[in-house]
Each structure stands twice: as C-alpha cells, then as structure tokens.
C-alpha cells in the first residue's frame, strides 16, 4: 500500500515531468493510415532517423500494404515507401522524404525495465495528430514483464513484453512506449494478456535487431558488400534470379562485357537466386582475385572470367 501512494504521489507531483517528456517527444511521432490487403488500417509511428525512416507496427503496415500515408507535426502529410517487414517482431520499416531534418526519437533500454517505473505512451489516439496536430500523451507505470505465448487481436508477435498501465487507445498500435526520460523502450501492440486486459509493448531492444535486419536485407538488394576487391556492379532481386542494374564504368563488370539487364546465374559452381548469396560469395576477396560468372544476356548462357577490382 505504501509502496503505491508512493507512485500515485509521484504521478500527481510531477506535471512538470510530463509537460518535459511531451515536448520532447510529440514532434518525434507521426500518424499513419495505409490501406493493407484486407482494408484501410491507421495507427503510430515513430520517427527513428533525421532522413526520414519510421518505425511502425506491422499490424498498422503489413507487407503488401499500399496508399501509406504519414501526418508530421504540422501538420504535414508524406506519401511513404514500405522499406522492409518483419511480421514475426512485428515491425514494419518506411520511409518518407522531408523537406528537412526530423527529430529522431531516442531509444531507451528495455532490458533496464522495472516494474513500478514511470511509463508513457504517446500517439495518433483517435486520430489526435492527424486531426488537432497533437498526439495524445498517456501516464502510467510499468506494470509487468511477462511472455505473451499466443498472438491475439491482429497481433502477428508473441513473445516477451513490457506491460503498462497506460492507456492504450484506438489508433495507437506502433507507439512507442516511453520512460521516465522520454526514451523509447517498447512500442505499443495489440496482443495482450487475457488474464490482465492491460497495454503491452514488445521491447525495444529486440526490434532493433530486427530493424537492422531488415535494413541489411534492403541494402543487399542494390548495394555490394564494402571490401577491398568487387565486381563493379549494383543488382537486385527479381523472383529468384539476380538482375545487374548497374556498372561501374572502366570495374570488372564492364571490362568483361556485363550490362544492367544482364543475369547473373551463379558464381563459381554455386548457382545464385539472391543478391545476398552474390554478395556472401565475394565478401572478403581481394582486389586481384578471379571469380567466374555464369551470365544469362538476351536468353543466352556464358561464362565469363572476372578480376576484381578495388572500385
């Protein structure tokens, strides 16, 4: 009992706390609304580089999502691109282009989560940005820390969560989950306990995993590997086959005749069907080194001798 007039004292006592987190943080979350392959769908989103990327629930933006539309403050609205989904960590990657730097919000760490802690949750409740420009910001504590065994209400994640006593309201799937400090430890998502009904967020310490996976996976699809020796080219994947976009005028590429278009099938004896296997194969070679290609240009098949290059 003690021990709760404690935090309820400390909720009540500190306005000035909260006026802090929320200037901190409200001009770091957005709205979004995109239509998903089974209707319209609106939720949070938070922005997490100056450039422009956004970090959201896969529930609000799930692959094969169209029409995604982000509010700014202002506010301002952005058609954006869906960079990557992980629909296991329930994460979901944009990005949009702004006409200036945004303020990133800052991450927190989860694994420092203690029950009893002073926590918030701020986001497009009821469509709060997007209609009065203001996300709506909701106090409470950290009220558990538990699994989640089954998914449930849209929710594609199960696993650990930070659970709070926060108000979770429509359209605040993806928001983040804030400490004391206005740090990001969590975001905001559907599952929940059945024994508890209160709000739960997946920890924010694993989704950065999952947000560097899925920018990996994104840079492979045009970027090589940096290293000492490569074939001066850029490719991307085209339903199982690699398909060269570019070249790097006078590389290794260009020397041997390979044109943006051209296929590559395999290197070496090792057939490829991603850019990441391409990329995994001349990872760590050295300018100098000869790799061999098996080329598919205008339906026909060659071989072809490569030296790499530095450039």
């Known amino acids: 009992m003690a021990a709760a007039l404690l935090v309820l ?11 802090r987190v929320y200037e901190k943080v409200r001009r770091s979350v957005v709205a ?13 989103g938070s922005i997490v580089s100056a450039d422009g990327l956004i970090l959201t629930s896969y529930s609000v933006v ?8 982000v509010w700014t403050a202002g506010p301002r609205r952005y058609d954006a691109e869906l960079v990557g989904t992980s629909e296991r960590d329930e994460v979901s990657l944009l ?18 989560a203690r029950i009893g802690q002073i926590a918030y949750t701020i986001g497009n409740a009821a469509n709060s940005i997007i209609l009065d420009d203001q996300p709506s910001l909701n106090v409470g504590v950290v009220s558990g820390l538990y699994k989640l065994t089954e998914k449930r209400a849209n929710s594609t994640y199960a696993g650990l969560v930070i659970e709070t006593t926060a108000a979770v309201n429509v359209g605040m799937e993806g928001a983040p989950l804030l400490d004391s400090e206005g740090r990001m430890i969590g975001f905001v998502t559907q599952n929940y306990s059945p024994h508890r009904f209160l709000g739960a967020a997946i920890p924010i310490d694993s ?9 990996r996976q994104k840079s492979t699809t045009n970027d090589p590997p940096k290293g000492e020796g ?3 080219l850029k490719a991307r994947d085209d339903k199982g086959r690699v398909v060269v976009t570019e070249t790097t005028r006078g590389g290794a590429a260009d020397r041997a005749g390979i044109r943006p278009g051209d296929v590559l099938l395999a290197i070496g004896r090792a057939k490829i069907r991603t850019c990441e296997e391409l990329w995994k194969r001349v990872e760590g070679l050295k300018a100098g080194d000869v790799v061999i290609l098996t080329v598919e240009a205008e339906g026909d098949r060659y071989e072809v001798k490569i030296e790499l290059t530095g450039k």
């Open 9 to 19: 004292c400390a909720l009540q006592g500190s306005d000035e706390a909260h006026r």
């Open 95 to 112: 990005r949009i282009k702004p006409k200036e730097p945004l303020p990133a919000i800052e991450y927190g760490e989860s694994g420092r």
């Open 230 to 232: 490569t074939l001066g």
């Open 62 to 69: 799930p692959a094969g999502s169209t029409r995604i539309r």
């Open 207 to 215: 989704q950065k995993y999952a947000i560097q996976s899925i920018l």
């Open 32 to 44: 979004l609304r995109a239509l998903a392959p089974l209707g319209e769908r609106s939720g949070t």
